[in-house]
């Protein structure tokens, strides 16, 4: 009776050691998709918080409209009506004048996304042509609630310069009329040098 259950625990162990064995031998899917390095590995040193301030020209009309509305209704009475869909290719620059130095371009589409006020959805990327900042872009997404005074979007990303971004823009608009609007951005974001 001995010997048969020495020989019982002795089976059970060499299952439990065999098991061990093959689950520590075997990488898990998260292991084989994606594994944790340090930021260093990405040649990043430290992270830093820059604030960046210019104006935005979004011209809606005429022979050089920077919006284009591409999925409009057909019977209209306002240039803005719920569901309008606008693709962009904003100058931003340094001034407010839309012939001072130009810093890059915001790309991308807004919606207009309420039925009782003016609101959108902005779904742009601040792309930079100046500077230390050439070559990289800014994420923008979120509610634009067009006349409140002061307008916060977060930043949700970017790239170059400002891989690993976050952070939030801040748009306040500085003049405006039936095709032109200038808007002045002051966007804080963190991010890695």
């Known amino acids: 009776m001995a010997s048969s259950m020495l020989k ?6 060499f299952l439990i050691l065999f098991f061990i064995t093959v689950i520590a031998g075997r990488r898990s899917d998260s292991e084989v998709f994606g594994k944790y390095i340090s930021i260093s590995s990405l040649g990043l040193k ?8 210019f104006y935005f020209h979004d011209v809606i009309s005429g022979k050089n409209a920077t919006a284009i509305r591409v999925a409009p209704l057909t019977n209209r009475s306002s240039p803005f009506i719920f569901g309008d869909v606008y693709v ?4 931003l620059t340094i001034e407010p004048d839309v012939n001072s130095k130009m810093v890059g371009k915001a790309q991308g589409s807004y919606v207009v996304v309420s039925q009782g006020e003016l609101s959108l959805l902005m779904v742009l990327n601040f792309a930079f042509t100046e500077g230390k900042y050439n070559g990289s872009t800014l994420s923008v ?10 307008r916060e979007m ?4 970017g790239s170059g310069v400002f891989r690993f971004a976050r ?3 801040q748009a306040k608009t500085h003049s405006i009329t039936q095709i032109h609007a200038i ?4 966007v804080f974001v963190f991010h890695y040098c």
């Open 154 to 157: 977060p930043i949700v990303g």
């Open 141 to 150: 997404l979120g509610r634009n609630e067009v006349l409140s005074a002061v």
């Open 167 to 169: 952070g939030y823009a």
């Open 183 to 186: 808007v002045e951005y002051n």
């Open 88 to 91: 962009v290719d904003d100058p």
């Open 8 to 13: 019982t625990h002795s089976f059970i162990l």
């Open 46 to 53: 430290r992270e830093r918080l820059s604030h960046l301030h």
